[in-house]
């Protein structure tokens, strides 16, 4: 009905840059957040950034002044550019959005599969 792909991670040097594009489809009326997570192994998911369909943007503070979330609403595209790696920014990265399908009453979170980002020399 609605999904979620994430693209762009990979391997990528301290201090170095990657930039994070997840492109949603199907049976979208409106999304209203949608938003980027990390899980590093053996760690909860975490909230790295979000951003309203407004424009309104949330930061994790690890991340603040580093990354920047973006997204191109008429294409229900987001993106998240990450400058200044460090390792302990080595984890699967995840697009959430918080849909509200054709027809649909309520909006739902949906999610990506996931991408990996390493961080190492």
């Known amino acids: 009905q609605v999904q979620l792909v994430e693209s762009g991670g990979g391997l990528v040097q301290p201090g170095g840059s990657l930039r994070l594009s997840c492109a949603a489809s199907?049976?979208?009326?409106?999304?209203?957040?949608m938003g980027w997570y990390r899980q590093a192994p053996g760690k909860q998911r975490e909230l790295v950034a979000a951003m309203t369909s407004g424009g309104n943007t949330n930061y994790a503070d690890s991340v603040k002044g580093r990354f920047t979330i973006s997204r191109a609403n008429a294409k229900n595209t987001m993106y998240l550019q990450m400058n200044s790696l460090k390792p302990e920014d080595t984890a699967v990265y995840y697009c959430?959005?918080?849909?509200?399908?054709?027809?649909?009453?309520?909006?739902?979170?949906?999610w990506g599969q996931g991408t990996l980002v390493t961080v190492s020399s």
């Open positions: 199907g049976s979208i009326f409106v999304i209203n957040v």
């Open positions: 959430q959005g918080q849909v509200l399908v054709v027809g649909g009453l309520y909006a739902n979170d949906y």
